[in-house]
Every structure is written in C-alpha cells, then in structure tokens.
C-alpha cells in the first residue's frame, strides 16, 4: 500500500539483498522512518519493541531473523538457538512459532552450505504468500460488505468498527481485517471505518488511522468504550477484526478488548466477523482457550501515552498516579459463538471445527483429529 503516494511493503530486502528494512511502527504516525537489520538479535529486539507488530508481519520478520542468523554461523546449533530467541519475544500471535518451526525442519534436512539460500528463499516465500492470502481475503471479504452494503438507505456508507491494527501495517502488505476495506473502497463502494484508539499501545489511532488516511479511506477514531453506544445508536453495521490466534474451533485471540466489542455486538445484532489468514488457525487447540498463552506486556505501557506535544515534539506523559499498580494484557479470547464469521483467504465459514475443518480438509486427519 501506500504511503504518501509511494508504495511500501512493511518489509523488504535491502540493496545489498542480505539485510532487512522495516518501517519503525514505533514512529508512526508522527514520524515515517525505516530500520536496517542486520542480525537475529536486530530481528528479536524489533519484534519485542513492536518497530514490527502484527501477526503476519511477526512471522515474516522471525523468517528473516533466522536468514540473518544463517549468514553468520549455519550450523544445527546456531538455528536452534535463533529460534529460541525469536520465540520468546511475543507468545501470542501462532505465526512467530510457526514459521520457526517450519523454518526449523526444512533447514535441518538441507547441508550446512545450503542453509543461507533456503532460508532466504522461504522467507520471501512466506512474504509473497502473506501478500496473496491478503488479497484473496479482500476479495470474500468484499463480498459480505457488498451484501451487507444492500440493506442500507441510499446514499449512506457502510460503518464498520474495527479494533487494534489488522491493517496492512500488521502484515507485509493489505492487511487482513482492513483488505476487504481497501477492495471495497477501491470498488467505490461506500464505507466509513469507526477506529478504535486500542489502548494502551493505541494501535487503532496510531497505525490503523495513519494507513486508511493515506489510502483515503473515510473514518474516525473513536475511544475503545464508545463502541457500544454507537452499536446502540445504529452507526455501526458490523464489525471487522483480526486475529493472532484462532483455535481449531473458531475461537479467536486478538488485541485486548476485542472480546467486549463482540459482546455488544451479539447484544445489539450486529455481525462480528474476523478476517484471518489460515496461518493464524492453531489447529492444536480445540476446545480449550486457556491453552492460548496471553502476552502481559510492561506496566509502563498502561502508565504512559504517547503522542506529539503542541510544540511537534514527540513527548511521553504519565497517566496514572505515582505509586497505582497497573496490569497490562495484551490479548483476549473472543469465543466462537459471538462471531458471526470467519473471513479466510479460502472464503468465509462459521465459527466452528466443522466449518474450519470443510475449508481446510487437508488438516484433518482420517481419526478427526486436526493438525
Ligand atoms: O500487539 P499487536 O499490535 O501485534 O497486535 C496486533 C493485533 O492484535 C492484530 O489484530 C492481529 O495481529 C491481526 S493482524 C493482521
């Protein structure tokens, strides 16, 4: 998509075509800047700082972390290494793990000496595959807008609510919840994207904002708690999130907060679909949400906004009293029966291991089991 005319992926090869560029999510939208990695160790602490965030995006990132690792040192002791590291910077988003397991095996079945080509190979493979799946989203996506967009008065666009970023900024290009947005919009179907602030990292305001403004996308940011009144009122007429973690049942973890708004949701007859990328489906976990790590990130996040000060200058204040306690969640789990559907790069399915299970046969096994 892009940024200021110009079109960007969130990730690419540099020049040279061995390091990796970034945009610094950190900076936006007040600053647009780019990062040079250079290490696995460069990788892990641009993940774990969220200068790259997003479920997609993540894996992506972890994928070159390990090219980067490759080219210093290919031994089988270098790769298990870098793959711990990379794991334990963010647990909740299934893509991180994934891709590293998956990285993992296909490196130890080639030589020493083929490790630096492989890795870079599959780590663009997973890019151009991030960037289809996305567009193929966007296009069953558009579909339920388009039908949705029937029932309304003439003249009058189609509110969505959306929370956090699943914009294109949280993947390398599109988007997921935002992709069936962008081919609406590019369609000339009418929409306007009520955005959620998403404390405390203020995803919403911050990034989803800054990319529907650049792409000319109407909308207004909103406080993550005046969803429900806005359902109340009629000005919303569905709602449209991402995930970083659906379970083999359609049960879906995304930022924190979603939960609350599929409940208002259900509460008012709204429908609350979510727009994912099969990579995001742990077909490990059936039944249980418990079994989806929560990342609880640092307390300062909860004490302190960030922003730009009346002079321009990028400041950070302190909200909260000196000596408060704060807890700071970063995700929820939004169960199956509050979402209305799933939106894949495969189309759309019910919530549910049956419908997950018809769209993606090839993770079922003859037992019944998923994989
Ligand atoms: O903590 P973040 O910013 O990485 O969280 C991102 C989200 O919650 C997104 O909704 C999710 O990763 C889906 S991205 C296409």
Known sequence: MKIRGIPYRTIWLNEDGWRVNVIDQTKLPHEFSTITLSSDNDVAHAIRTMIVRGAPLI?????????????????????????????????????????????????????????????????????????????????HGFEVLRKLYTNKPPDTPLNILTHCNAGWLATVDWGTAT????????????????????????????????????????????????????????????????????????????????????????????????????STIDWSITDDINEIPIEERSKEEVMYVSGRDEEGRLAKIQVT?????????????????????????????EPSAEGLATLFPEHVTQDHRTI
């Open 59 to 139: 894996g992506a990132a972890a994928a070159f972390g390990i090219c980067l690792a490759m080219r210093e040192d290919a031994t089988n002791s270098s790769l298990v290494t870098t793959c711990k590291l990379l794991s334990r910077t963010r647990p909740t988003a299934v893509n991180l793990h994934r891709t590293l397991n998956d990285m993992k095996t296909a490196l130890m079945n080639v030589s020493e000496r083929e490790r630096v080509a492989t890795a870079y190979t599959l780590a663009n493979d997973i890019c151009l595959t991030d960037i289809k799946t996305n567009q193929a989203i966007g296009e």
């Open 179 to 278: 992709a069936p947005m962008y081919s609406a919009h590019n369609a000339g179907l009418p929409i306007h994207v009520w955005v959620d602030e998403t404390r405390p990292r203020n995803q919403g305001s911050a990034l989803t904002a800054f990319e529907l403004a650049q792409h000319g996308v109407p909308h207004t940011v909103i406080v993550d708690n005046a969803g429900g009144h806005l359902m109340q009122n009629g000005e919303i007429d569905l709602c449209l999130v991402g995930t970083d973690r659906t379970t083999a049942s359609g049960d879906v973890a995304n930022k924190i907060g979603t939960y609350l708004k599929a409940l208002a949701a259900k509460d008012n007859n709204i429908p609350f679909y979510v727009a994912l990328p099969s």
């Open 321 to 349: 009293p000196d000596g408060s306690n704060t807890a700071n969640y970063a995700f929820d789990v939004t169960p199956a029966r509050l979402i209305t559907g799933l939106i894949t790069e495969r189309g759309m399915t």
